[in-house]
């Protein structure tokens, strides 16, 4: 099983601050990699998938990077709105995982 | 709109057996794999088990492999979980997910329900 290691566990940051959110695989996943964004009381929402295209309707403030072991996603200039937790999945081997998630918090 | 309504959680006894159903309306069913993840209350999500659109394929975590059956049936539009043996650990919000592409399977989850909690408990 590929174990998604995600940091930090808990970000803080001002609104219109820049947020750099991290997520390592345990093994090569390539690009087969996606995030998403989940507010509390909430079901997730598909934000990049193969690990940096935004899926349909997501604001271009986020923006995703990385392959093989490593990737980031980045909030640009962080809205009130995006304040929530986001979660990394890896598609590349049976079965799915999640990373663990990053909280991000208003400072 | 897509739309995913899951039903059938509630309270069990540890050993007990629940099914759970996702409905799903607004776009057409039988061409998305689907899937069904959960989450422990507090905390993160963990994918529970995934089906292509022919129903011919199936998967499942270990954790349920032997224990949870995923299921479909195209002609009622609608997703199935029956989960057995059921175990305190299985306490959880379980949401059904839409593969985000048409005939064929990502594995990326682009439309959820908004979850039915499972309670194992004695």
């Known amino acids: 099983e590929i174990v998604m290691t995600q940091s930090p566990g808990t970000l803080s940051v001002s609104p219109g601050e820049r947020a750099t959110l991290s997520c390592r695989a345990s093994q090569s996943v390539s690009n087969n990699l996606a995030w998403y964004q989940q507010k509390p009381g909430q079901a997730p929402r598909l934000l990049i998938y193969?690990?940096?295209t935004r899926a349909t309707g997501i604001p271009a403030r986020f923006s995703g990077s990385g392959s093989g072991t490593d990737f980031t996603l980045t909030i640009s200039s962080l809205q009130s709105e995006d304040f929530a937790v986001y979660y990394c999945q890896q598609y590349n081997n049976w079965p799915l995982t999640f990373g663990g998630g990053t909280k991000v918090e208003i400072k | 709109e897509v739309q995913l309504v899951e039903s059938g959680g509630g309270l069990v006894q540890p050993g007990g057996s629940l099914r759970l159903s996702c409905a799903a309306s607004?776009?057409?069913?039988?061409?998305?794999?689907m899937t069904w993840v959960r989450q422990a209350p507090g905390k993160g999500l963990e994918w529970v088990s995934a089906i292509v659109g022919s129903s011919r394929t199936t998967y499942y975590a270990d954790s349920v492999k032997g224990r949870f059956t995923i299921s479909r049936d195209n002609s009622k539009n609608t997703l199935y979980l029956q989960m057995n043996s059921l175990r305190a650990e299985d306490t959880a919000l379980y949401y059904c997910?839409?593969?985000?592409?048409?005939?064929?399977?990502?594995?990326?989850?682009?439309?959820w329900g908004q979850g039915t909690l499972v309670t194992v408990s004695s």
């Open positions: 607004g776009f057409t069913f039988s061409p998305f794999a």
């Open positions: 997910a839409k593969d985000r592409i048409y005939w064929g399977s990502s594995w990326q989850f682009d439309s």
């Open positions: 193969d690990a940096s």
